[in-house]
């Protein structure tokens, strides 16, 4: 396994720097002009469009900062050595989940501080996989941060790995997998987002994120219908507002909390199987075997009581 871990942020704090002494909205978009190209380079080795999400995301993810709170924050970050807690973190990982054909890099990029989604949901860390080539991680020190960060880059290695096995390119505006070309659904975002919730909780001490358990019982019951039925959509806008919710019909982690449970559920009924041998696994495969339904679920409870 050869991953790489890539204090991008640093780079950031020198283009701020420069920006400093610039009025306001000159200095912002002098931020972002030297943003983009920077993560266009760092990211030249992905097919173009995932690249421009990648540049699209560091972008989106900075917001408008003052170039002096960003220095401030980024040397906070820099004082508690995040590289070498990203490089621990995934040193551990690759114990469980071996993956001596992986290669990849992890850029850690500074967040929006002034983003709640970012600083109170999130605990100041985001993250996502490009693929199996490339690991973005956006970072604010707020309390807590640096569990979070070991938290976050355990759970994307898991994705680099299944994107690896299943690799999945874009095509129409959907994820296809390239071996088969069919296209990704809600099932199979939810599975994965359970499996890297379930892998990376074994690892950690402490209580999970709260995405892992958004729903009340009741609500679960009540809302399962509208996402079971959905299981085949490949939208991607559809897909997202089940995973994450909707803030109206669909509550805030939906999905993550269902994906949790699936492969919860498949462990319970499989008691030898351990959570790193599933990451090869379809996530229909996980589903049927895990026998989750919350309304039947319900009603065995009812007649046991």
Wanted: aromatic share 8%; charged share 25%.
């Amino acid at each position: 396994m050869s991953i790489t871990v890539i204090p991008a942020y640093r780079v950031v704090t020198s283009f701020a720097k420069q920006t400093r002494d610039l009025p306001v909205e000159e200095s912002s978009n002098e931020l972002e002009r030297n943003l983009r190209q920077y993560v266009r380079n760092l990211l030249a080795m992905l097919h173009p469009s995932i690249m421009e999400l990648g540049e699209r995301s560091a972008v989106t993810q900075l917001g408008d900062p003052d170039p002096d709170r960003l220095i401030e924050a980024l040397g906070q970050l820099e004082a508690a050595s995040p590289k070498a807690l990203v490089e621990r973190a995934l040193a551990k990982a690759a114990e469980y989940l071996p993956r001596p054909d992986l290669n990849s890099r992890v850029f850690l990029l500074p967040g929006d501080g002034e983003s709640r989604v970012l600083t109170a949901q999130m605990n100041g860390v985001v993250g996502f996989s490009l693929g199996a080539q490339a690991m973005m991680v956006f970072l604010w020190p707020v309390p807590g941060w640096q569990q979070r960060l070991s938290y976050t880059v355990t759970h994307e290695y898991v994705h680099l790995v299944r994107n690896l096995l299943f690799p999945r390119g874009l095509s129409g505006g959907k994820l296809v997998y390239v071996k088969t070309q069919e296209p990704e659904t809600l099932l199979d975002a939810m599975v994965a987002e359970g499996l890297a919730d379930v892998f990376s909780m074994q690892l950690q001490e402490g209580p999970g994120p709260p995405w892992v358990d958004a729903l009340a019982p009741e609500v679960e019951r009540r809302i399962w219908p509208r996402v079971h039925r959905r299981f085949g959509v490949s939208d991607t806008v559809e897909i997202r507002r089940m995973i994450f919710g909707d803030n109206d019909r669909i509550p805030i982690w939906t999905g993550y909390t269902f994906g949790y449970r699936i492969v919860s559920r498949y462990l319970q009924a499989n008691p030898d199987v351990r959570p790193a041998s599933l990451v090869g696994l379809p996530a229909s495969a996980i589903y049927e075997g895990s026998g989750y339904d919350p309304s039947v679920d319900q009603d065995r409870e009812t007649e046991s009581t």
